[in-house]
């Protein structure tokens, strides 16, 4: 959300970068509907000060014996008009926060402009992609071991769900595992077991509502299935005043996600990209206005620290104005590379958000000294997506045979297995060491 103060006294600020964003100048309406709030409230404060001073004069006038019923009925007159105007207000006030809500995060600056992926910006690259003869898509290798089932999932779920087995299950257990532990043991933050249902003010409060409720998973009882643990992390904060003795808050959670993928049809159908079900570790910061940018660079190296451990090449790139997501002022997207694919694709999106879930969330911190609180930043990126990592590993480690090598890294969580042989060629469940 936004300061209407600020929107009041630069709204060629707010318009300039709404318009970076592909948006018409929104601050004319915003005006608008804020001075009819306003003027509102004004009136019914107003009559409600005559209506005080009014029953103070009915008062002295009944403890002198006088006749005050003229003034009794104008009071009462008050009363039915006070009503109807805080009625008029609270629906204006209720229009007015609903078209705030709807409208995107200002991009910082430094954010290239751009109306689609292809004005992404690459700022760095890291290994060499491996170009491999004859090189499978993920599917196709994971079928290959035994391990990967759409035809099964699909029966119980319909698509864009998969069934792992065996061998491909332990290895996306494998690597949750170790990015839970990379995270922190090594990167100090802090492992979270969050909710996986929320109330739609959680939802409001981190961006997802109320623009992209087609997007989200919604039960019986409106509660709402995570889209990602980012918003069970980031609302830890909502409504309460942070002690700055805690800035930064770093914050990490192994779930699923679920998505509708309302607007993905016909889009990564096959495999595994694109599910409707999917585990992700994610990485939220808290932390004080001044911080949040030297944080954001160092949230997407500690995700760029998987791949690297993994030993994957990537891509980090930072997104065009017309890419960005609803909440962020600015991301950077980390690219994969699959050669199944033979291209780069998104494995993690870190976002700073500057205040503007903190805004929605009502969270806040107090500096010693200052008479006044301010908004914390907020941060979020994934550290990583399992199942795309899962995608990158099968990919990148696969052999002519069929067979997948395991990674060193994470050959401590496989117990003893080091290589994932496909269908035929098992003369135990796995190959060991």
């Known amino acids: 959300m936004f300061d209407l103060r600020l929107i009041r006294e630069t709204p060629e600020f707010f318009d300039s970068g709404w318009k970076r964003r592909g948006l018409p100048p929104q601050t004319p309406k915003i005006i608008e509907m804020d001075e009819k709030h306003r003027a509102l409230l004004t009136e019914a404060q107003e009559l409600q000060s005559k209506r005080n001073e009014a029953s103070k004069q009915i008062g002295a006038i009944k403890s002198k014996g006088g006749d005050a019923a003229a003034l009794m009925q104008e009071v009462a007159g008050y009363k039915d008009r006070i009503a109807k105007l805080e ?11 609903d078209f705030l809500s709807r409208l995107p995060n200002i991009p910082d600056a430094t954010v290239p402009d751009g109306t689609s992926e292809k004005d992404n910006k690459e700022i760095r690259k890291h290994g060499e992609p491996k170009r491999l003869n004859n090189a499978k898509d993920h599917a196709d290798i994971g079928e290959g071991l035994g391990g990967m089932d759409f035809e099964t999932a699909a029966k119980m779920s ?8 065996d061998g491909v299950a332990h290895l996306e257990r494998a690597l949750a595992q170790f990015m839970l532990d990379t995270h922190t043991r090594e990167h100090g933050y802090t492992e979270l077991s969050a909710p996986l249902l929320v109330r739609p003010e959680a939802l409001f409060g981190t961006g997802q509502l109320p623009k992209f409720e087609e997007d989200m998973f919604k039960t019986t009882s409106g509660h709402y299935l995570v889209s990602t643990s980012e918003i069970s992390l980031t609302n830890t904060v909502m409504d309460s005043i942070v002690d700055i003795g805690d800035l930064p808050l770093r914050l990490t959670s192994l779930t699923p996600c679920f998505r509708s993928e309302a607007g993905a049809a016909g889009k990564d159908t096959r495999g595994m990209i694109r599910q409707h079900q999917f585990y992700k570790v994610e990485m939220v910061s808290i932390t004080e206005a001044e911080k949040s940018n030297e944080e954001h660079e160092r949230m997407t190296t500690c995700a760029e620290n998987i791949l690297k451990k993994l030993d994957l090449a990537y891509r980090t790139i930072t997104l065009c104005t017309g890419d960005m997501g609803f909440s962020a002022r600015k991301t950077y997207d980390i690219e994969v590379w699959l050669p199944g694919q033979n291209a780069y694709r998104e494995i993690s999106s870190c976002s700073n958000c500057g205040d503007f879930q903190a805004r929605r969330m009502k969270a806040r911190y107090k500096k010693e000294g200052d008479k006044n609180t301010k908004f914390v930043h907020t941060l979020n990126g994934s550290g990583l997506a ?12 696969q052999q002519m045979d069929g067979s997948v090598l395991i ?3 994470l050959k401590p ?7 994932l042989e496909p269908v035929g060629k098992k003369t135990d469940k796995a190959a060991h060491a």
């Open 87 to 97: 009625e008029e207000e609270k629906k204006h006030g209720a229009e007015l926060t």
């Open 158 to 165: 319909g698509a864009r769900f998969v069934l792992l087995r």
């Open 386 to 397: 399992v199942g795309r990592c899962l995608i990158a590993v099968l990919e990148n480690y």
């Open 407 to 409: 990674p060193e890294a």
């Open 413 to 419: 969580y496989m117990g003893g297995i080091t290589k």
